[in-house]
């Protein structure tokens, strides 16, 4: 009698078919399903086939909610060190002074990622950390992601626009004020309370207008934008939802 072997390896014996396809699969091909075995081809299709789990407001829902959370708050670090340990010259060509941005656009983001005293990282990346990950786990790793970065961008394009030409700008407080706008306007929608929020709001507006060498500027553009951004996500989810109910 012929013995029956794999159809992916055809020098090796068959014990099993798969359940799908019926055809015959060694033991190395073998992919535990919720019935029986399938072969990889079957299983990868059947994983493909299930509907991705949604976060609250429309992400993709992933196992860890605090990924991108944590990368950034590497990269502002790694930063950090570079430009304490690097030349003078590597700030320079990082930080974001408005009448260069025509030329060296690259300073609208590099700019939000770099700090030069440790009391300015420390609280900036405090608030990311805290508010990273909730809003992480209920906007899904690209729309978090996305929110953060476009807080950091209309963060700089404020300065860009409302500053001296010649100022100097760095930090990532306007992508964190995007988080706390993106924050409100979600925990708004959810009907969660807010005076927290609006607390830490006034707080910030008062120090950024009282003390020098405060970017209020970046921190306006920053928390506008991000409340922006969380407002289209929370119409995005309100017509996802709509859209559910009628089908």
């Known amino acids: 009698m012929t013995e029956t072997v794999c159809y992916r390896h055809p020098d090796r014996p068959a014990g099993v078919r798969c359940q799908r396809c019926d055809r015959p699969i060694c033991p190395s ?4 399903a919720s019935v029986g075995f399938q072969c990889p081809s079957c299983f990868n299709e059947g994983v493909k086939s299930v509907p991705r789990t949604r976060t609250s407001f429309g992400g993709i829902q992933r196992g860890n909610p605090q990924v991108v959370t944590m990368v950034l708050l ?3 670090v790694l930063v ?5 340990t690097g030349s003078s010259r590597l700030v320079n060509d990082l930080v974001l002074v408005p009448v260069l941005v025509d030329s060296e656009p690259w300073r609208l983001f590099t700019s939000a990622f770099t700090h030069l005293q440790i009391f300015h990282i420390l609280a900036n990346l ?6 990273g990950p909730p809003l992480e786990q209920m906007l899904g790793r690209l729309r978090f992601l996305t929110l953060y970065l476009l807080s950091a961008l209309g963060g700089s394009v404020a300065v860009w626009f409302l500053s001296s030409p010649v100022s100097a700008t760095l930090g990532a407080s306007g992508a964190v004020l995007g ?15 807010v005076t927290w929020i ?3 709001v006034a707080a910030t507006a008062v120090i950024s207008f009282l003390i020098p060498n405060i970017s209020w500027q970046g921190h306006l553009g920053g ?7 969380a407002w289209v996500f929370v119409q995005d989810t309100k017509r996802r939802r709509k859209k559910a109910a009628r089908t």
């Open 29 to 32: 091909c073998m992919k535990s």
């Open 74 to 76: 590497a990269i502002n």
């Open 80 to 84: 950090f060190i570079a430009v304490r």
């Open 126 to 131: 405090f608030m990311l950390y805290q508010l």
């Open 179 to 193: 988080l706390v706008g993106g924050l409100l306007v979600i925990s708004r929608a959810r009907g969660m309370d």
């Open 198 to 200: 609006l607390g830490y």
């Open 223 to 229: 928390f506008v934008t991000g409340a922006a951004v």
